[in-house]
């Protein structure tokens, strides 16, 4: 049995490795300072992608920001306050359920409520929204199995000192399941950088030579824009250097984000 598990991982690594490859001997070519300051232009024949970067960042920085507090406040509620009456229950059957839905019905989601219900259009607005509901429910039960791992005799030893339970909840159990916590907000960021359905109807453009300058402003992202690339352009043979670039492109910008959350996650567990 243990053969087979170090099978599996060794073909799980293996197929990691060789699409790092591929993008690696395919975009690193097209790899330039020209395409990491510039915007698209020739009909995105030419150019770079900055616009692209800008736009993935702040929708995945901004959903995150959304999402991990509202996600930490319902794991706290739920582990710490609700404990296994039939509400709470209920409330995690549909976290659950949330997690496996599809991010093309989280697009269409933010669609019909974000954009043209509320009134904010295809906007960065709209898009964070979007992709802080599709990460909620993984940061809520990552939290929620991090406040199982913090011992009772932490919560115990608090409440004989004379600490009221939300004392104890903020002051000791926070701060011990954060470093868990943080999984939760490195898993939610590499989904929400890496989506194109749940932003191609909410926030992302086929073309914007712009920085956005609000709210309201609609961007152009890195996945969606290689999916224009790939399907929609009008000279797609002579933009396939640049879909592998921008594959490769979006690749070290979730790597660079996880490894941020990972080195402050390590440091956290450090201070323990």
Sequence with gaps: ?????????????LALLGVCAFLLHNGLPALSWELLTEPPRKMMTEGGIWPCIVGTAILSLGSLA????????????????????????????????LAGVPSVVFGLFGLSFFVTFCGFGVSILSGVLTLAVLTLPVIIGTAEEALRSVPDTYR???????????????????????????????????????????????????????????????????????????????????????????G???????????????????????RR
């Design 156 to 246: 115990e030893a608090s409440l004989a000192l004379g600490a009221t339970k939300s004392q104890t909840i903020a002051r000791v159990v926070l701060p011990c399941a954060l470093p868990g916590m943080l999984t939760g907000a490195i898993l939610g960021v590499a989904r929400a950088a890496g989506e194109t359905a749940a932003i191609m109807f909410t926030a992302a453009v086929f073309y914007t030579p712009k920085n956005p300058d609000s709210l309201f402003s609609a961007v152009m992202a890195l996945p969606y824009h290689m999916y224009v690339l790939a399907t929609a352009g009008t000279e797609i043979e002579a933009t396939r250097p640049l879909q592998y670039s921008t």
């Design 66 to 97: 959304l999402a991990f507090p509202l996600g930490v406040a319902s794991a706290v509620y739920l582990h710490e306050y609700a404990g296994r009456n039939g509400f709470a229950r209920f409330i995690r059957l549909g976290v659950n359920n």
């Design 1 to 13: 049995m243990f053969v087979a598990l170090r099978v599996i991982a060794a073909c799980n690594v």
């Design 248 to 270: 490769l492109v979006l690749v070290m910008l979730v790597l660079g984000m996880n490894l941020a959350a990972v080195i402050l996650r390590d440091r956290l567990q450090r």
